[in-house]
């Protein structure tokens, strides 16, 4: 470790680097593109804030969520930085305004990939020297640029016209296809690649097939019971969310709430709070909630369900034991849920629906239904309609692909564990009872927790009738 580290460090009050900060922060400081690839609460974001402390100047970071933007700004900040900002939709025109006339006095500036494609911020980044432009989450662009969101699509040509010193994508999940895609479309120049495992030892990979979806239902249920401390269950359906919520206050001694992307900011801004601050111990939630919510001590992650992708899959239970303590996992489905995962993975915007709105984008620019909003705004960042047609093309295959990859993964006949970090390109822990698999009836927390027994489930519930039933 070079003196400028340390002391660097020394300024942050610490002394040590987790694997793989070295290198990358090194690549930085050399004017290098970087691909950092660590595991989740592996410490990315000091990887662009030490560089920042030894060559100072404007560092963007893309974040993908507003959330994401909020914690990573009070983290900086109380970490000492202070001239740090989010430039997103929640501010006032005028406060855009100011914030873009004033942007070479900032240390840190986050930002959404839209965001970006205004010609305001544009004009604003050329206009002074961006030390490192950092794409957190960049696995987003593989996941989420063809079919979701294609300003991320365009990242690599916001390169080229803002000309940053050096570029750095950072992600916890990137197999070899994602990271050869990352390093196409942000146009990364002979980069640096740090890709450490991305195993979580702590973590049991637990995965279950179930009859029904009331026996996932019932199992989750039972996982609650068996297993206590903050959890997250990731539900496919909003409606589902809701419901499971519902039951979970009804039938066990949890504080559960709901949370998905029909809730306005402001609830789930409340809700995002008080599971953070253990107010809520239970959260049903879409894939709208995680990225963005950092709590260390989630004990237990279910997912219900068949994910899209492995990459989908390993980030949401990824949110478990993030402070290294023992922490399960388990992916409910059944055989109705593979079903459907593939019959999404088929649905896009067909030549018709894209040719349509090309012939006519007017019509479309305040569509609320998906299909035509992703066209509206391919059509809004400049992309060709043969374009257009093929990403889409291509993009079918490669869902496809993403859905053979997670059936594959529930057919495993050996380790979970290894068979997951295998597709990531990682090696894993060995192997033993408390690695993966289905949770054992008597699997325990650490840490003093212990499962909630049946005659606490009935006084609680007695209580309940006495209080809202008499």
């Given at each position: 470790?070079?003196?400028?580290i ?18 990358i922060?090194?690549g930085?400081?050399?004017g ?7 595991p989740?609460?592996?410490?990315k974001t ?8 030894i060559?100072p100047?404007l ?6 969520l507003l ?7 009070l983290?900086l ?19 855009t305004?100011q914030?873009?006339?004033?942007l070479?006095t900032f240390d ?5 990939p ?7 911020v ?5 206009a ?6 950092v794409?957190d989450?960049a696995?987003c ?5 063809p079919?979701?969101?294609p300003?991320?699509l ?7 016209r803002i000309?940053?010193?050096s ?8 197999a070899a ?6 390093i ?5 120049q002979?980069?640096?690649?740090v890709a450490q495992s ?5 973590l049991?990979?637990?995965v ?5 979806q009331s026996?996932v239902?019932?199992?989750?249920l039972?996982?609650?019971q068996?297993?206590?401390g ?8 909003r409606?589902?969310a809701?419901t ?5 206050n ?5 504080h ?9 900011s402001?609830?789930r801004?409340?809700r995002e ?12 939630a879409?894939s ?35 402070d290294?303590l023992?922490a ?5 489905y059944?055989?109705?849920?593979v079903q ?5 993975a088929a ?7 894209i ?7 007017q019509?479309?620019?305040?569509t609320t ?13 400049g992309f ?9 093309t291509d ?5 496809a692909?993403?859905?053979?990859a997670v ?7 050996g ?11 990682s ?19 650490e840490?003093?927790i ?7 489930i ?6 309940f ?5 008499n």
């Amino acid at each position: 470790m070079t003196q400028q580290i340390e002391a660097a460090l020394a300024k942050l009050g610490l002394k040590t680097l987790r694997p793989g900060q070295e290198e990358i922060i090194n690549g930085v400081l050399a004017g290098r593109d970087v691909l950092g690839v660590l595991p989740t609460g592996g410490g990315k974001t000091l990887c662009y804030q030490l560089p920042a402390l030894i060559n100072p100047g404007l560092v963007v970071v893309v974040e993908p969520l507003l959330a994401l933007m909020r914690d990573q700004v009070l983290r900086l900040q109380s970490l000492g930085a202070r001239r740090v900002v989010a430039i997103n939709s929640t501010l006032a025109p005028e406060d855009t305004a100011q914030i873009l006339a004033q942007l070479g006095t900032f240390d840190f500036v986050f930002i959404a990939p839209e965001m970006l494609q205004r010609p305001d911020v544009q004009a604003a980044l050329r206009a002074t020297t961006v030390q490192l432009l950092v794409v957190d989450e960049a696995h987003c662009i593989y996941q989420w640029g063809p079919d979701f969101r294609p300003a991320y699509l365009q990242l690599g040509t916001l390169r080229a016209r803002i000309q940053p010193v050096s570029v750095l994508a950072l992600t916890a999940t990137a197999a070899a296809p994602v990271r050869a895609d990352i390093i196409t479309q942000l146009r990364l120049q002979n980069p640096v690649v740090v890709a450490q495992s991305v195993d979580r030892p702590n973590l049991f990979i637990g995965v279950e097939q179930q009859l029904t979806q009331s026996d996932v239902t019932e199992r989750t249920l039972h996982l609650l019971q068996q297993l206590q401390g903050a959890a997250v269950v990731y539900c496919p359906t909003r409606k589902l969310a809701e419901t499971l919520a519902t039951k979970i206050n009804a039938h066990l001694p949890r504080h559960a709430t709901y949370y998905h992307a029909e809730l306005d900011s402001h609830a789930r801004t409340m809700r995002e709070r008080q599971f953070l601050t253990g107010q809520i111990d239970v959260m049903c939630a879409t894939s709208a909630f995680g990225m963005g919510v950092d709590k260390p001590d989630i004990r237990l992650v279910l997912y219900l369900g068949v994910p899209q992708t492995l990459t989908e899959y390993f980030q949401a239970i990824g949110r478990a034991g993030r402070d290294g303590l023992p922490a399960y996992t388990a992916l409910l489905y059944t055989l109705n849920d593979v079903q459907r995962a593939s019959e999404f993975a088929a649905v896009l915007p067909t030549a018709e629906v894209i040719s349509a709105v090309y012939k006519n984008p007017q019509a479309y620019a305040h569509t609320t239904d998906a299909q035509l909003e992703l066209i509206a705004s391919y059509v809004r960042l400049g992309f060709r309609q043969n374009q257009v047609e093929k990403l889409l093309t291509d993009r079918l295959a490669t869902r496809a692909q993403g859905v053979a990859a997670v059936i594959d993964y529930l057919h495993t006949k050996g380790c979970f564990r290894n068979a997951l970090m295998t597709a990531f390109d990682s090696s894993a822990r060995a192997h033993d009872e408390n690695c993966c698999g289905v949770i054992s009836a008597n699997a325990r927390l650490e840490q003093g927790i212990t499962p909630v027994k049946d005659n606490e489930i009935n006084g609680w519930r007695n209580v309940f009738k006495q209080i809202f039933m008499n």
